[in-house]
């Protein structure tokens, strides 16, 4: 997989596009997402899949279908960088420890650069609905994802 990685961040380098990941499904389903500050549009996703469809028959890699898409409202955070990106925004994040006693948490991000070492936090309510921080490192993530608050006809969360 690190492979197939690697081939399609080098040949999506002069398309102005981030790579989120590459993911190998079932009955031979390759799929690729794709990220852009701006948002993606249909049009990214042709541009990204007749690009890499030519890259992919050159290097051999070998697959039925290919899926490119934009990683969606709940965008996962895989390298430091979306930490960065992201910060201020509402996220969910699994620990691979447990903290005061759970892994999930919920809440706004925090990104601070102490001294070339970034420090991640999140801002989230207790029970009592007291605001907590929660101070952990990248190393600390299992997973994390963007959740954002969707207003559907007026009903919040």
């Given at each position: 997989?690190?492979?197939?990685?690697?081939?399609t961040?080098?040949?999506?380098?002069?398309?102005?596009?981030?790579?989120?990941?590459?993911e190998?499904?079932?009955?031979?389903?390759?799929?690729?997402?794709?990220?852009?500050?701006?948002?993606?549009?249909?049009?990214?996703?042709?541009?990204?899949?007749?690009?890499?469809?030519?890259?992919?028959?050159?290097?051999?890699?070998?697959?039925?279908?290919?899926?490119?898409?934009?990683?969606?409202v709940?965008?996962?955070?895989?390298?430091?960088?979306?930490?960065?990106?992201?910060?201020?925004?509402?996220?969910?994040?699994?620990?691979?420890?447990?903290?005061?006693?759970?892994?999930v948490?919920?809440?706004?991000?925090?990104?601070?650069?102490a001294d070339?070492?970034?420090?991640?936090?999140?801002?989230y309510?207790?029970?009592?609905?007291?605001?907590?921080?929660?101070?952990?490192?990248?190393?600390?993530?299992?997973?994390?994802?963007?959740?954002?608050?969707?207003?559907?006809?007026?009903?919040k969360?």
């Amino acid at each position: 997989m690190a492979d197939i990685f690697a081939v399609t961040q080098q040949a999506m380098l002069g398309l102005d596009m981030e790579l989120v990941d590459v993911e190998r499904a079932p009955l031979g389903l390759l799929r690729v997402t794709i990220d852009r500050p701006e948002g993606v549009r249909i049009e990214d996703c042709e541009q990204v899949s007749r690009q890499l469809s030519r890259v992919y028959e050159v290097e051999g890699i070998d697959y039925k279908r290919l899926e490119v898409s934009s990683p969606g409202v709940d965008r996962p955070l895989r390298r430091l960088g979306d930490y960065v990106r992201f910060a201020g925004q509402r996220i969910e994040v699994r620990l691979r420890e447990p903290v005061e006693g759970r892994k999930v948490f919920t809440g706004i991000l925090g990104v601070a650069d102490a001294d070339a070492e970034t420090s991640l936090s999140l801002e989230y309510e207790a029970p009592p609905g007291q605001s907590r921080v929660l101070a952990f490192s990248f190393d600390d993530v299992d997973r994390a994802k963007l959740d954002p608050v969707l207003d559907f006809k007026g009903k919040k969360r």
